[in-house]
T-cell receptor
Framework: NAGVTQTPKFQVLKTGQSMTLQCAQD?????MYWYRQDPGMGLRLIYY???????DKGEVPNGYNVSRLNKREFSLRLESAAPSQTSVYFC?????????????FGNGTRLTVT | QKEVEQNSGPLSVPEGAIASLNCTYS??????FFWYRQYSGKSPELIMF????GDKEDGRFTAQLNKASQYVSLLIRDSQPSDSATYLC??????????????FGAGTQVVVTP
């Protein structure tokens, strides 16, 4: 039972390159989220998917796109990476969006954009 | 002004003593409050949540909420070296938003010294 699995764990990109961060969960949770964590800033919500088939912007969506591929998988895409996107990215899930269920985080992807 | 403010620390606490962490928030409509623990290089994990004024105890942890003064605190009794981590305060903005859409503080680093 892996919980929330993120790939890759580490990635270095050059400015302008694109990449997709993958997130998969085996918790049968309905809602999935992408957060980024920067020093001194705390975690900030990028995008979320309240349920399969829906996605919505969070606090800092610019420069990102997401795809809820199915109930298990939620990917985050950087189309043209910028140094400001250097961060640790966390995928999280919750059982439901409105049922007061807590977040479960994956282990994170550490991304460096040079 | 950040929406959720925490002292970044580090907060140095002798083993066996009480660690006291504070968090203030700006949205007077916030109703639910969370404390997450994050070990270095790891993902956040939920310790406690509180939504009523007063104290809530869980083992060695006590969360305290004062909505009139807009602060929430976390006490760690009988601190152990394993409590050395960064503690993140998180709130739900507004009265009815999802537990998945959290506003995080930047965290307080706690170091428990033997």
């Amino acid at each position: 039972n892996a919980g929330v699995t993120q790939t890759p764990k580490f990635q270095v990109l050059k400015t302008g390159q694109s990449m997709t961060l993958q997130c998969a969960q085996d918790m049968n949770h309905n809602s999935m989220y992408w957060y980024r964590q920067d020093p001194g800033m705390g975690l900030r919500l990028i995008y979320y998917s309240a349920s399969e088939g829906t996605t919505d912007k969070g606090e800092v969506p610019n420069g990102y796109n997401v795809s809820r591929l199915n109930k298990r998988e939620f990917s985050l895409r950087l189309e043209s990476a910028a140094p400001s996107q250097t961060s640790v990215y966390f995928c999280a899930t919750s059982r439901g969006f409105t049922d007061n269920s807590p977040l479960h985080f994956g282990n994170g992807t550490r991304l460096t954009v040079t | 002004q950040k929406e959720v403010e925490q002292n970044s620390g580090p907060l140095s606490v002798p083993e066996g003593a009480i660690a006291s962490l504070n968090c203030t928030y700006s949205d007077r409509g916030s109703q639910s409050f969370f404390w997450y623990r994050q070990y270095s290089g790891k993902s956040p994990e939920l310790i406690m949540f509180i939504y009523s004024n007063g104290d809530k105890e869980d083992g060695r942890f006590t969360a305290q909420l004062n909505k009139a003064s807009q602060y929430v605190s976390l006490l760690i009794r009988d601190s152990q070296p394993s409590d050395s981590a960064t503690y993140l305060c998180a709130v739900i903005k507004g009265a009815t938003d999802s537990w998945g859409k959290l506003q995080f503080g930047a965290g307080t680093q706690v170091v428990v010294t033997p």
